[in-house]
T-cell receptor, first 113, second 117 residues
Framework: EAQVTQNPRYLITVTGKKLTVTCSQN?????MSWYRQDPGLGLRQIYY???????DKGDVPEGYKVSRKEKRNFPLILESPSPNQTSLYFC????????????FGPGTRLTVL | AQKVTQAQTEISVVEKEDVTLDCVYE???????LFWYKQPPSGELVFLIR??????QNEISGRYSWNFQKSTSSFNFTITASQVVDSAVYFC??????????????FGQGTELSVKP
């Protein structure tokens, strides 16, 4: 089944404790992105990747890192999480860039205390 | 600047009523793409439709239909004979061809639809 998977689905952590949210897709998509969803703000892009080893900042990259060592995986790293990073996070992938349909993972609900 | 506005924050209808969700967008690109996604209470984002800026044909898929009007920069979504299972948050989104941000989607704030039995 074609899908985007994310882990963990739920995470409660404390300020400053490094964490990684994994994302994997099995559709051989070139493009992958991370978004965060906050009430009243819709979804906003954090980082994106156009191919292996090619990543760049989205609209709200502060406090996040990513890597793309393999085509299928695109982990999101929070080196020192803070409470303002409490949010619902989505990973997405698409075959091409603009205009192509992005398929989203199930979401990761992160709470930083 | 690019922007998507969904003015209706919440809509409540009774089952079998028709309901239209409004979406207005702003862009300077002549080539762009519009999307609708559904987010049910379980939280995942489900793709519903994609439209490019050169295709103004309206589309119908079962009880769902979409009305794209470039003249008013709108891409409205209508559910006919609504059902309780349609209860969800619906997002309209825009992607610009000249964006160079990996196909970044610009989302509206979402409209929460509640369909009561």
């Amino acid at each position: 089944e074609a899908q985007v998977t994310q882990n963990p689905r739920y995470l409660i952590t404390v300020t400053g404790k490094k964490l990684t949210v994994t994302c994997s897709q099995n559709m051989n998509h070139e493009y992958m992105s991370w978004y965060r969803q906050d009430p009243g703000l819709g979804l906003r892009q954090i980082y994106y990747s156009m191919n292996v080893e090619v990543t760049d900042k989205g609209d709200v990259p502060e406090g996040y890192k990513v890597s793309r060592k393999e085509k299928r995986n695109f982990p999101l790293i929070l080196e020192s999480p803070s409470p303002n990073q409490t949010s619902l996070y989505f990973c997405a992938s698409s075959f091409r860039d603009s205009g192509d349909t992005q398929y989203f993972g199930p979401g990761t609900r992160l709470t930083v205390l | 600047a690019q922007k998507v506005t969904q003015a209706q924050t919440e809509i409540s209808v009774v089952e079998k009523e028709d309901v239209t969700l409004d979406c207005v967008y702003e862009t300077r690109d002549t080539t762009y793409y519009l999307f609708w996604y559904k987010q049910p209470p379980s939280g995942e984002l489900v793709f519903l439709i994609r439209r490019n800026s050169f295709d103004e044909q309206n589309e119908i898929s079962g009880r769902y239909s979409w009305n794209f009007q470039k003249s008013t920069s709108s891409f409205n979504f209508t559910i006919t004979a609504s059902q309780v299972v349609d209860s969800a948050v619906y997002f309209c989104a825009l992607s610009e061809a000249g964006d160079n941000q990996g196909g970044k989607l610009i989302f509206g704030q979402g409209t929460e639809l509640s369909v009561k039995p």
